[in-house]
């Protein structure tokens, strides 16, 4: 069997239902129904969700200010890792950044989350010696990793 085909579309409340199925599995402590609402209201966010067929198997958001993009939640289902499906999403919203004029992307990721900080790496973002806010993650008290990628630039997309 092949990896199903993955199209990357605008998140819209219709999705719903899937992202938050996604965002349960993905996180101890997952962001609430109406936290995803609230965000698809703002005209600074972008919000995408990766289908295979009609299914919801991942999603990628950030908030996009003057010349700053910041990374909010990018999540893909477990049955659906580890086939490029993250790195499709991440590579969507960079482009997506760069054309509303973002000169520079920023997250948070949790010190002990090895896959997530191999993709953002992969994809050029970068970290240094105590860029890192203590205590970010209040469920567990662990520490924040800030990376960033700067410039956004065409050869990236
Ligand atoms: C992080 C996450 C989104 C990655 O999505 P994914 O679709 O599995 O990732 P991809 O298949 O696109 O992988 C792209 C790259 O990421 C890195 N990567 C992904 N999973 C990895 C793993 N388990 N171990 C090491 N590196 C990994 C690799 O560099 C990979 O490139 P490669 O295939 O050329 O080696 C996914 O693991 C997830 O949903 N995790 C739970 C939620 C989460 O932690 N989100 C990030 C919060 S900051």
Known sequence: ???????????????????????????????????????LL???TVYLVARAGDRVVGFAGMHVLWEMAHVTNVAVHPEFRG????????RELI?????????RMTLEVRVGNAPAQALYRKLGFVTEPGAVRKGYYTDTGEDAII??????????I
């Open 1 to 39: 069997m092949g990896v199903p085909e993955i199209a990357v579309h605008p998140m819209t409340p219709a999705d719903l239902d899937q992202v938050m199925e996604v965002e349960r599995l993905s996180y101890l402590t997952p962001w609430s129904r109406e936290a995803f609402e609230s965000e």
């Open 95 to 103: 482009r997506i950044a760069y054309r509303r004029g973002a000169a």
């Open 147 to 156: 990376m960033w990628k700067e410039p956004l630039v065409e050869e990236a």
């Open 83 to 90: 086939r490029g499906v993250g790195e499709r999403l991440m």
């Open 42 to 44: 703002q005209r600074y």
